[in-house]
């Protein structure tokens, strides 16, 4: 099967039915894509399919039907993108095992809505979770990278 | 600023060690907190043994041997001793090190003993102190307990100046210019004409002199990296998924592995079937290991199914049942035949209560899982005489001595890469998962396997809090509290921990009542007496650990006694309070929310709690609202105070990060029991608090504790007391059981 990740071409040779979260870890080594639950309730496992946030632990191989992007895809720490900044910026991190699945949900939020409110951020990031409890700083981060792509 | 304490010279032993091409720098406080004859004279290798810092030609290495679980210890003990060899920490390499007997646990050893941590007399001190050199001779290295900063600031400092001081010796060597005409900068050495000497010049130099052991640290006030607002030394590669985990281990030819155990912890097997695991996809083989059956396989989705495919004929642990029968079994161990400890005993509460009405109330508090976001995981290598080990462990060292056992192998051939965390919250001080992670390895010589958990693995197989429930009965007078007795009753957390990974220690089990017995107030009838119920499952150490449910009992109960004695939570507490810092921490939460009661109008409540815990006092204030969705958290204000800050971005992170843990499993967590197995198996059960629960948080940190303390726990305790007052406030309805969620639903 063919994939297109953050641009590049793979080829897998794996069953149909195993969740891409496995495929991308155990089969392409791409660790930044997080295993957390398994079941669509943590969002450490989030990448982009055409630009869109799924739980890549509930997309079966066979289903993969457009381009993944993961954390990498976005921004590198040579060439950060504009929510990797502000994440940086407002110290965001404590372990960041979630982070990358955070900060591709922002991603797909902001693709949508350029001003998102507390409630917007609130709907949209509530699937995501941290267990060190970095709400707060997710919250200013999201506003802060709105703020820097309007002024682009 | 806390003042800067003058530090005598011979409460360290400092030196320098010649290593390939360069130089190590170890500095060992031995003293703490008054000097100590028994240990003077420790031979000089000694010093030696504690390298936090080498020099070769190639570069420099910080050894840190305390492990990142997310708390940023990584980044603290590298600026600690950057600040001092004037050097950008990101210019060197960061290295946890090996395990290593002389990166011993003083601070945590010394606070399992039952003597306040805000009392300083003499005999508390003392003994602290000599726990601390048990701990040493143990080889107790260990992350946890809120110490690693309290255990090393002045260690690491030391070492890095005695780096910085040496390598100006040996340029004063090479130059002929006195040692005090240079200074130092940026990993240079600069001589008064302005040419430089890359450290990593002199490192051959440097091993070859004595070592400049008289060396006083910079005060506060000549900081430039400590104390001022910094990045985290790993905020980049946490921010853009180049960090690596222990669970992200890749390795050429690795294989693949994880396990099923007992539902019933520690229960045992009376048989299985593999066959229909083996004939699954990509599977090589299942082998028995502690508490179950593992099945190794070429990635970790075909272990995970063919581990679900596994039938295997599990037997019954010894512990109870049901979560029902397990609260009758605490409710029952309230009798003098299981009282552990009566370390708190002011005045005469048998009178006081005998004279006046009795105000009684029971409280409860569940088992809760760590959860850590990272599976619990280790690759390992096992080769002909040697073993290599990669995981995140809080207990680096214990997985040493593991490895060890198991093979047999000498443990001078068993490497632990100790690895950054995706959480812990105390799940990584054991290593069950290592131990079975070695055992998988063992079946497959020269090739590296990886062991992952599943999540329901990881939910149905914790070391967990324990259920925990306390008695409160107490008595108010002439508007004010006059007699508290607290039982306080637990399996022992420090028998079944201390039991798998260390010893016993002797007396009573102090973590049972942590967070009762030691808390500042000076209520003239005053007792707090803890009982051990009979052992269950196993149980592990959980952020703040006794004080997460001592502390809403002891302070929800002193909520309930100050309501009935018809006076102002924050005025009687302010009363009650005899420790100065403590005060002021009081003093600062009610000045930082304008404290004017606990009616803050209608359908709100404001709810205030206190604790004391890991030699931090915390106070903190908590508005809600009751809104058509349920209950709404809307502000949040922590005061604390922790002695001076060495990174204040990341102290802020702590005490609001450990508020939302307390908060969100106060309100929506519990692990029950049914047929001895945990029923929450993944987070659809057991959510903790998400983003739209969050309050607005306001927080500040005083600086004036003497005391120089860590900040990974002291805010988790009060956050469920002061929550369930705000909710009394606003509800007139006294929460006594967690989760909160089973008796109020929260927007």
Sequence with gaps: MNLKINGAKHVVDLPGDMPLLWVLRDGLNITSVKYGCGIAQCGACTVHIDGEAVRSCQVALADVSGEITTIEGLGTPEALHIIQTAWIDHQVAQCGYCQSGQILQAADLLARNPQPTDEDIDAAMSGNLCRCGTYPRIRAAVHAAASAIREM | ?747
Excluded at chain 2, 253 to 259: C, P
Excluded at chain 2, 365 to 394: D, M, R
Excluded at chain 2, 581 to 606: T, Y
Excluded at chain 2, 659 to 680: D, K, R
Aim: aromatic share 8%; with cysteine; net charge negative.
């Design chain 2, 1 to 747: 600023m806390g003042r800067v304490r003058t530090i005598a010279r011979r409460s360290f032993l400092i030196g320098s060690a010649s290593i390939l091409g360069g130089v190590a720098f170890g500095a060992y406080f031995v003293t703490r907190p008054t000097p100590n004859p028994l240990l003077e004279g420790l031979a000089e290798g000694e010093a030696a043994l504690t390298p936090f810092v080498k020099i070769t030609p190639k570069g420099i290495t910080f050894i840190m041997p305390r492990a990142d679980v997310g708390q940023g210890i990584a980044s603290t003990q590298a600026m600690l001793i950057a600040e001092e060899l004037d050097i950008d920490p990101a210019t060197a390499t960061l290295d946890p090190g090996q395990p290593n007997q002389a990166y011993f646990n003083g601070t945590v050893a010394a606070e399992s003993l039952p003597f306040p941590a805000w009392d300083h007399g003499v005999v508390p001190s003392t003994v602290r102190e000599l726990m601390g050199h048990v701990a040493r001779l143990t080889s107790s290295q260990f992350t946890g307990g809120s110490s690693s900063v309290a255990d090393l600031h002045e260690t690491l400092r030391m070492a890095g100046a005695a780096a910085r001081e040496t390598l100006k010796a040996a340029a004063a060597v090479r130059t002929g210019v006195p040692r005090a005409d240079l200074r130092t900068e940026n990993g240079q050495v600069i001589l008064p004409d302005g040419t430089r000497i890359p450290y990593t010049d002199l490192a051959a130099q440097a091993a070859a002199i004595e070592p400049v052991t008289d060396v006083t640290l910079r005060p506060a006030s000549e900081w430039t990296r400590l104390g001022k607002p910094y990045h985290r030394l790993d905020i980049v590669a946490k921010s853009t998924g180049t960090q690596d985990y222990g669970i992200d281990v890749v390795m050429p030819g690795m294989l693949h592995a994880t396990v099923r155990a007992n539902p019933g912890r520690g229960g045992g097997m009376a048989g299985y079937n593999a066959d229909a695991a083996l004939a699954m996809q990509g599977v090589r083989s299942v082998v028995e290991v502690n508490e179950g059956l593992a099945v190794i396989a070429d990635n970790t989705w075909f272990a995970f199914q063919a581990a679900q495919a596994l039938e295997v004929d599990w037997l019954p642990p010894d512990y109870p049942a049901s979560s029902a029968e397990m609260w009758q079994a605490l409710s029952d161990a309230r009798t003098d035949d299981f009282r552990n400890s009566r370390l708190r005993d002011d005045g005469d509460v048998e009178s006081a209560l005998s004279e006046a009405t009795v105000i009684e109330a029971e409280y409860r508090s569940p088992f809760l899982a760590h959860a850590a976001l990272e599976p619990l995981s280790a690759t390992v290598l096992v080769q002909a005489e040697s073993i290599t080990i990669w995981t995140a462990t809080q207990i680096p060292a214990v997985v040493r001595d593991a490895a060890v056992e198991l093979t047999g192998v000498d443990p001078s051939r068993v490497t632990v890469h100790a690895l950054p965390a995706g959480g812990s919250f105390g799940r990584r001080l054991d290593h069950d998962y290592v131990v079975q992670a070695i055992q998988i390895a063992a079946t497959m010589p020269g090739t590296p396997t990886k062991t992952t958990w599943s999540r329901e693995e990881d939910m149905t197989h914790d070391f967990p809090r324990p259920l925990h429930m306390a008695v409160g009965r107490g008595a108010v007078g002439n508007g004010r509290v006059l007699a508290y007795d607290l039982d306080s009753i637990s399996p022992s957390l420090v028998s079944s921990w201390f039991g798998r990974i260390f010893i016993v220690p002797p007396g009573p089990d102090t973590l049972l009542v942590w967070g009762a017995f030691d808390q500042p107030y000076a209520i003239p009838n005053y007792r707090v007496t803890g009982y051990a119920a009979p052992p269950m499952m196993p149980i592990g150490s959980w952020r703040s650990p006794g004080a997460c449910s001592n502390s809403f009992f002891h302070e929800s109960f002193l909520s309930e006694l100050i309501h009935a004695a018809g006076v102002d939570p924050l005025e009687e507490r302010l009363r009650l309070i005899a420790d100065a810092d403590s005060r002021r921490v009081l003093e600062a939460v009610g000045e930082m929310s304008n404290w004017n009661g606990a009616d803050i109008g209608p359908r709100r409540g404001r709810g205030i709690a206190f604790a004391h815990t890991h030699g931090v006092p915390v106070a903190e204030v908590i508005d809600v609202t009751m809104t058509d969705r349920g209950i709404r958290i809307d502000e949040v204000w922590i005061a604390a105070d922790c002695g001076t800050v060495f990174d204040p971005v990341n102290a802020e992170a702590q005490l609001t990060g450990a508020a939302i843990f307390g908060l969100g499993h106060a309100m929506n967590c519990e692990l029950t029991y049914e047929n001895h197995a945990v029923q929450q198996t993944n987070f659809h059960a057991f959510e903790g608090m998400r983003l739209h629960q969050t309050p607005l948080f306001h927080t500040r940190l005083l600086e004036r504790a003497e005391q120089v303390r860590g900040l990974g726990e002291p805010a988790t305790a009060p956050a469920a007391p002061a929550l369930a007052d705000a909710i009394f406030a606003a509800t007139g309805q006294r929460l006594r059981e967690m989760p909160f969620s089973k008796t109020v639903d929260f927007a």
